[in-house]
């Protein structure tokens, strides 16, 4: 450089290299791509699962079994809930033009983060009314003809693998949460 802003800079560290701009904006573009692939997944799945437990729902209420009718109700409507928090809370960030895109990439992966952190409060709680209410249900009426001994014993395997895999969609998103806090902690030892 022939006149440097900062040659103090320049004399102190000649061989440093700066991160291209252009890289921050490949990394921030393709964090959101992930998330608006993520979250069009995650809307389609509840529109999926809306349609057949209200389709369910519907069904039990036409038999006359309107506490199962209730319970499937209460899935579709926590669904929407999920459907909701996930828009209000995951969704992409929107880009300020006057935004440095490291600062922008931090806000995102901050958000993220606190979304991801949080999935069993706005993610798998809004589901357990209906959930709950399907289990307790399904035993109370299996209970009538085998007893509540048969009916608990009948529905443990099927309550496990539910609970199993809420367990799980809270653990998978606790790993990713603190890979983005890795993430977020190496951007601030920059600054």
Same mark, same amino acid.
């Given at each position: 450089? $022939?006149?440097?802003?900062?040659?103090?800079? #320049?004399? +102190?560290?000649?061989?440093?290299?700066? $991160?291209?701009?252009?890289? #921050?904006?490949?990394?921030?573009?393709?964090?959101?791509?992930?998330?608006?692939?993520?979250?069009?997944? /995650?809307?389609? +799945?509840?529109?999926?699962?809306?349609?057949?437990?209200?389709?369910?729902?519907?069904?039990?209420?036409?038999?006359?079994?309107?506490?199962?009718?209730?319970?499937?109700?209460?899935?579709?409507?926590?669904?929407?809930?999920?459907?909701?928090?996930?828009?209000?809370?995951? $969704?992409?960030?929107?880009?300020?033009?006057?935004?440095? #895109?490291?600062?922008? @990439?931090?806000?995102?992966?901050?958000?993220?983060?606190?979304? @991801?952190?949080?999935?069993?409060?706005?993610?798998?709680?809004?589901?357990?009314?209906?959930?709950?209410?399907?289990?307790?249900?399904?035993?109370?009426?299996?209970?009538?003809?085998?007893?509540?001994?048969?009916?608990? /014993?009948?529905?443990?395997?099927?309550?496990?693998?539910?609970?199993?895999?809420?367990?799980?969609?809270?653990? +998978?998103?606790?790993?990713?949460?603190?890979?983005?806090?890795?993430?977020?902690? $190496?951007?601030?030892?920059?600054?």
């Amino acid at each position: 450089m $022939s006149n440097p802003p900062i040659p103090g800079w #320049c004399d +102190a560290a000649p061989d440093a290299a700066f $991160s291209d701009p252009i890289d #921050c904006s490949k990394r921030a573009d393709s964090f959101e791509r992930r998330i608006r692939i993520r979250n069009i997944t /995650e809307y389609g +799945a509840g529109a999926l699962v809306g349609a057949i437990f209200g389709a369910l729902a519907v069904k039990f209420f036409v038999e006359g079994e309107n506490l199962m009718a209730l319970t499937m109700a209460l899935v579709v409507v926590g669904t929407a809930i999920v459907m909701w928090n996930l828009n209000k809370r995951a $969704s992409n960030l929107v880009r300020h033009p006057e935004e440095p #895109c490291l600062a922008y @990439l931090t806000r995102q992966y901050r958000r993220q983060y606190e979304a @991801l952190r949080a999935v069993p409060l706005w993610y798998i709680a809004p589901l357990l009314p209906g959930v709950i209410g399907f289990y307790f249900v399904v035993i109370a009426k299996v209970a009538e003809r085998t007893g509540w001994v048969g009916a608990l /014993e009948g529905l443990a395997g099927p309550a496990a693998v539910t609970f199993g895999v809420f367990g799980a969609v809270a653990l +998978a998103n606790m790993w990713a949460a603190r890979t983005l806090k890795r993430k977020l902690l $190496s951007m601030e030892a920059l600054a």
